[in-house]
């Protein structure tokens, strides 16, 4: 009969995965360095990316921190394919409200001087 065991991150308790099994040392053999198991109910683990495993060995819920640098610069980055793909809409015969459109690209040029990169409200394309 096989078994629910949730693979995590010691350090952190994060959960990687979870792997039904009825072979145990299959779950060992796949751990990476600082990696352990333990049998769970699989019903427990709804959200891998939220939930951990607190200091007394029980599923938590948790909200993942967030590099501020690296979420500025995936911003920016977002917002720049968004410029990009809407570049054409500004050619002499391109066939658009090209007012609207430079209002656009325009709320766009201005987000990162009003946006917090972590809560971003996108202005909407015409």
């Not at 040392?25 to 939930?51: H, N």
Request: avoid cysteine.
């Amino acid at each position: 009969m096989s078994k629910s065991y949730a693979v995590y991150e010691v350090v952190t308790g994060e959960i990687k995965q979870v792997i039904m099994t009825p072979f145990e040392k299959e779950v060992d053999a796949i751990l990476l360095e600082g990696q352990s198991y333990k049998e769970i109910d699989p019903a427990l683990v709804t959200d891998m990316d939220r939930q951990r495993f607190n200091g007394e060995g029980d599923i938590e819920f948790f909200t993942p921190s967030v590099d501020p640098e690296l979420a500025q610069l995936e911003f920016i980055n977002s917002r720049n394919k968004k410029l990009l793909a809407s570049d054409w809409t500004q050619l002499p015969d391109a066939p658009v409200d090209k007012e609207a459109w430079a209002e656009y690209r325009q709320k766009l040029r201005n987000l990162p001087e009003t946006a917090d990169p972590l809560n971003i409200v996108w202005p909407v394309r015409p």
